[in-house]
């Protein structure tokens, strides 16, 4: 989503900086910490898909691994125009440090092809992603790195994804893809763990901050698979949520939007803004983020929260359902004005978690059902959270700094066991 930032700040930059302060904090061996910095394996690929219109065009993209060490790599694929070297290391580095937060038994991973998914038809979306597959399926695999949906791609997507790995290795393979639909080795409750980790995560740090969700005011920017879901869940647990943007704008309500409303509408009409509806006011994303509120959710892309508009955030509480949302700098800003913010790799871990338990089903041959799912997300969030909050009360540090070094710490941990070959 191009937001209103001025300009483009390096990811890789504010994940690599991310990475320096937990470092110092764990007293990290600096050889250890200069791989942690650097990622393992990077493939980019130029292919040619075959248009509507005729024309072959070219598009760019990327898989990178970041660490092993941990189990398989893991990570989304992204398809937005900004997508480029630096972001999807950046993307693939938080991945690891996510997996080793929620203690899940995978590395990290992205991948992405640079592209406007909005304005290309599904034959030409569907032509993209399989011969993106064909480019990349030396990299991945079950047991090396499994990719999953992330900005703008969705369970179709992943069985297209499915679909072409299995016709290259002649026989079905499930576990190779996690995100998928149901009726092809998908996991229940999938689609929403994202939003409903997010929302997990937003109670036990409502409840340590003192105030109740029924009632809360909630903003959240970005109303796609983690947006749109955590609002849901935030409604349904009787909190107000009076703002909610897509990447051309937001809307907002004093008093609490109609969400299940606001979101068909944003279905119909491919955006808020329609002339029927006078149950909210237009305001920009730049605006939606200011507003006063107790919780925040950034869940739309990198870097939203800067310097810039740090001393202007009026929210207690900032939960990160995007990965990267806030700079270094902006933290420092907050730290220093009180507000809470829970960080991107704990935050919204729910959906490689689940990923988890899909991948798991899928090479155990074996259905769990819904309840089990939920069941173990929630022990599973609720136990990191706990983890994570200790860390930052022992250390006295914030919750970002404590989760990076809960994260970097078990990889650390786990590649000092490994030991360095030869
Ligand atoms: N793209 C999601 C994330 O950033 C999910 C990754 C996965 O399930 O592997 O966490």
Redesign the pocket.
């Known amino acids: 989503m191009p937001m209103e930032t001025e300009k483009k700040i390096n990811s890789l930059d504010v994940a690599r900086r991310q990475v320096d302060i937990a470092a110092e904090h764990l007293k990290l061996d600096p050889g250890i910490r200069e791989k942690l910095k650097q990622t393992k394996r990077e493939l980019t690929v130029h292919f040619p898909v075959k248009m509507n219109d005729g024309s072959l065009k070219i598009f760019t993209g990327y898989r990178i691994q970041h660490d092993v060490t941990r189990g398989p790599a893991?990570?989304?694929i992204?398809y937005h125009p900004d997508v480029d070297l630096d972001e999807m290391k950046a993307?693939a580095m938080?991945?690891t440090w996510?997996c080793a937060v929620v203690n899940i038994p995978?590395g990290g991973a992205?991948g992405g092809v640079q592209c406007d998914p909005k304005s290309m038809s599904i034959q030409e979306l569907e032509n993209m992603t399989r011969r993106y597959v064909w480019e990349i399926a030396m990299m991945i695999g079950p047991d090396r790195d499994?990719?999953?949906?992330?900005v703008h791609t969705n369970p179709q997507v992943m069985a297209w994804i499915m679909d072409t790995y299995s016709i290259l290795k002649g026989y079905s393979v499930f576990g190779v893809v996690?995100?998928k639909p149901l009726e092809l080795g998908g996991s229940l409750g999938r689609l929403e763990a994202?939003g409903k980790g997010v929302y997990t995560i937003a109670q036990e740090a409502a409840h340590i901050q003192n105030f109740p969700i029924k009632g809360a005011r909630v903003v959240i920017q970005g109303c796609g698979n983690v947006g749109g879901t955590a609002a849901q869940f935030f409604d349904r647990a009787g909190a107000k949520v009076v703002a909610i943007s897509d990447y051309q704008g937001g809307i907002y309500n004093e008093k609490g939007l109609n969400v299940a409303e606001a979101l068909s509408c944003r279905n119909q009409y491919s955006c808020f803004i329609t002339r029927e509806s006078t149950g909210w006011e237009t305001i920009t994303n730049a605006e939606l983020l200011e507003l006063k509120c107790d919780i925040l959710i950034p869940a739309a892309i990198e870097n939203q929260i800067t310097h810039k508009n740090a001393p202007k955030i009026q929210a207690r509480m900032i939960v990160e359902g995007a990965?990267g949302p806030t700079t270094p700098e902006a933290d420092e800003i907050l730290r220093d004005r009180g507000i809470l913010i829970v960080p991107d790799i704990l935050a919204?871990?729910g959906?490689?978690t689940?990923?988890y338990f899909e991948w798991v089903q899928n090479l155990q041959e074996l259905l769990w059902s819904e309840e089990e799912i939920s069941e173990r997300l929630i022990r599973i969030l609720k136990k990191s959270y706990a983890e994570v909050l200790h860390i930052s009360q022992r250390e006295k540090v914030d919750m970002r700094t404590a989760a990076l070094m809960l994260g970097i710490g078990r990889v650390a941990e786990a590649t000092r066991l490994r030991g360095i070959y030869p």
């Not at 499994?146 to 992330?150: G, L, R, W």
């Open positions: 893991k990570g989304g992204r993307l938080w991945m996510k995978f992205k499994i990719p999953a949906p992330d996690t995100g994202t990965n919204n871990a959906g490689v689940v990923s």
